[in-house]
């Protein structure tokens, strides 16, 4: 079983930082993409940023430039530094993650979803 734990979130003023992090832990496993979406009050849960295994990164328009996204494989975390923030960033954020479980064969993809952390950005 794979289990992420997310910490970071919390209220800042808008111009602020935040960094957001993300720890994997659990079974044996080799992770692919690790991913961080966010879910504002009354709207549909949309992609912020996500990296692969080899460091190739994507971000959604509305943070280019303003968020990073970082992972350690070594530690099994992924990162976002989020710099600039808007009223319009706040939300619940979310850390995915897609992998494979290799406990045993046959080996199996995975997909897990963090609890949430919600960010706060005041005006």
Do not use: H
């Amino acid at each position: 079983q794979v289990q992420l734990v997310e910490s970071g979130g919390g209220l800042v003023q808008t111009g602020g930082s935040l960094r957001l992090s993300c720890v994997v832990s659990g079974s044996t496993f080799s992770i692919n993409v690790m991913g961080w979406y966010r879910q504002a009050p009354g709207k549909q849960r949309e992609l912020v940023a996500r990296i692969n295994s080899g460091g190739s990164s994507n971000y959604a328009d509305s943070v280019k430039g303003r968020f990073t996204i970082s992972r350690d494989n070594a530690k099994n975390s992924v990162y976002l530094q989020m710099n600039s923030l808007r009223p319009e960033d706040t939300a619940v954020y979310y850390c995915n993650v897609l992998g494979v479980v290799m406990t045993s064969r046959p080996y199996r993809n995975f997909e897990v979803w963090g609890q949430g952390t919600l960010v706060t950005v005041s005006s």
